[in-house]
């Protein structure tokens, strides 16, 4: 199983940017996944999420500005990112669903790190005043 996050790059406030996840090695179109981001010394945390079947949930901050989406002929998952503002700047990971057709019970649980598989490398997001 391989995950790769690009996209990311310096943009100024109030810009856009869109980062891929590409995926390999299992069935794409059964999986759901996670976005999550980590900034200079603090603890990682979630961005949001897109299941298997298309149903997405955001976290607060970032609700109304990203979106994700996924296409399942390109095993690739996708973070539009608008109206960017400097405290977005991290380093975004993408994380697929530990288990496949998986959705969580409640919408918080949405945001357990333990429910999903961390691979590869993040992708750096900048984002100037």
């Known amino acids: 199983v391989q995950l790769q996050a690009s996209g990311g790059g310096l943009v100024q406030a109030g810009g856009s940017l869109r980062l891929s996840c590409a995926a390999s090695?299992?069935?794409?179109?059964?999986?759901?996944m996670g976005w999550f981001r980590q900034a200079p010394g603090k603890e990682r945390e979630f961005v949001g999420r897109?299941?298997?079947?298309?149903?997405?949930t955001y976290a607060d901050s970032v609700k109304g500005r990203f979106t994700i989406s996924r296409d399942n002929a390109k095993s690739t998952w996708y973070l539009e990112m608008n109206n960017l503002k400097p405290e977005d700047t991290a380093d975004y990971y993408c994380?697929?669903?530990?288990?496949?057709?998986?959705?969580?019970?409640?919408?918080?649980?949405?945001?357990?790190?333990?429910?999903?598989?961390?691979r590869g490398q993040g992708t750096l997001v900048t984002v100037s005043s």
């Open positions: 994380a697929s669903d530990r288990r496949p057709e998986y959705g969580p019970a409640r919408p918080e649980y949405a945001a357990y790190e333990s429910q999903y598989s961390f």
């Open positions: 897109i299941s298997w079947r298309g149903t997405t």
């Open positions: 090695g299992f069935a794409f179109n059964r999986y759901g």
